[in-house]
């Protein structure tokens, strides 16, 4: 269920900022990178990883998630177009590399998007105080 819900959600287009009806169509802009986070795993932990397990059932071309982490076994990401086992030998170290992998991708996809005033989204949106 979380590949097809991320895989619609590639397919959505960037939306223009405020105040702006179209953006440069040169200009690259990286898309939603969805990823996933589950608490607990049905896999055996000597067994195969979520990577392995999610590789066999979509095939192995790009993925439409590009990271799992599982609470207490691991956190996986796709680059280069295969997946790494991100070890993070700190406590929780699976969630800390989820939290890391979210902040790095917010500040590349920050940097492929316009920077709009938010107060131009309170402004517009907003209605006047009650009194």
């Known amino acids: 269920m979380a590949h097809e819900a991320a895989a619609e959600i590639a397919l959505f287009a960037h939306a223009p900022p405020v105040g702006q009806y179209t953006h440069n169509p040169n200009q690259d802009i990286e898309h939603v990178l969805p990823f996933v986070l589950a ?3 049905d896999l055996k932990e000597s067994g195969k990883t979520e990577p392995t397990r999610y590789a066999e059932r979509y095939g ?5 998630l590009r990271a799992i982490s599982v609470v207490g076994r691991g956190f996986w990401s796709w680059a280069n177009d295969q997946w790494h086992d991100n070890v993070c030998k700190c ?4 969630v800390v590399g989820l939290v890391a992998a979210l902040v790095n991708a917010c500040q590349r996809v920050a940097k492929t998007r316009l920077q709009p005033d938010m107060r131009d989204y309170l402004d517009k949106q907003m209605p006047p105080p009650q009194r």
């Open 60 to 64: 192995t071309e790009k993925p439409a």
């Open 91 to 94: 406590r929780e170290g699976e």
């Open 39 to 41: 608490f607990d795993t």
